[in-house]
């Protein structure tokens, strides 16, 4: 069975223009032109990832990705946006966006983006770490990982996590006690080339931090190793 795209852009021609290049590529597509329609199609035709505008009429792209979000619908998200806005990046990605482009792009661009993250959720499971117990289960202090359920739990309550926050968390906790670069998160978890856009791995760093940590200014679990990276370890005391 084919993926399924789910493409939302009030700009016909650029609908029609990556429903040809997505039809092409081996995807099945469905369109919508407004953000009221685009939440409908994502709830109620389960898509395998959304191509979603960020400027739409009825509702905007960072309205659509909010409410589909808190109604815990965890569909990668890929967002579009119109100018090359720093605020608008990060506001799309802490609503939950999984990544980004801005127009204008290309459609082997936007079809090369939705694989890298279509694979990465393909493949997600399969990945295991040398800290997995043998069920795959990840066990660092009060958190627990399950990759082959895409869920995890902090003190036994499950955390709502986007799916990029899931993967950049397994993929921390693979490598408990390493300290991992920006870069090499970009590459690990993020699968391309964001041409040395690291902010974009500090804002979902910081989201996970205020869904495990009691004090994301004095974070226990995940550490910020100064003028390198990032490293998830065992809390002191647990």
């Known amino acids: 069975m084919n993926n399924k795209v789910l493409v939302v852009d009030d700009e016909q021609s650029i609908v029609t223009l990556l429903q040809y290049n997505l039809k092409q590529a081996g995807f099945e597509v469905i369109t919508a032109v407004d953000g009221k329609a685009g939440k409908q199609l994502a709830e109620t035709e389960s898509p395998d990832i959304i191509v979603l505008d ?11 990705c909010k409410q589909l979000r808190q109604k815990n619908i965890m569909t990668p998200i890929l967002m579009l ?3 090359d806005d720093e605020l608008d990046k ?10 980004y482009m801005v127009k204008p792009f290309s459609p082997r661009e936007v079809i090369a983006r939705v694989k890298a993250i279509l694979r990465r959720t393909q493949i997600q499971t399969e990945a295991v770490g040398e800290n997995d117990q043998p069920d795959g289960q990840i066990e660092i202090g ?5 990759p082959e359920k895409y869920e995890a739990y902090f003190s036994k309550n499950q955390l709502e996590l986007t799916l990029k926050e899931f993967e950049l968390l397994h993929y921390l906790a693979q490598n408990k006690g390493r300290v991992l670069t920006r870069d090499q998160l970009l590459s690990s978890v993020w699968n391309y080339d964001f041409a040395g856009d690291t902010r974009i791995v500090d804002v979902h760093i910081s ?32």
């Open 54 to 64: 960020l400027m739409l009429p009825k509702l905007d792209g960072m309205e659509v």
């Open 142 to 146: 009060q958190l627990t990982i399950y």
């Open 90 to 99: 990060i506001l799309g990605l802490e609503l939950g966006a999984d990544d």
């Open 207 to 238: 989201h996970l931090r205020e869904k495990i940590e009691e004090d994301t200014r004095k974070p226990a679990y995940i550490k910020t190793i100064r003028g390198l990276g990032y490293k998830l370890e065992e809390p002191k005391g647990e």
């Open 81 to 83: 946006t119109a100018k």
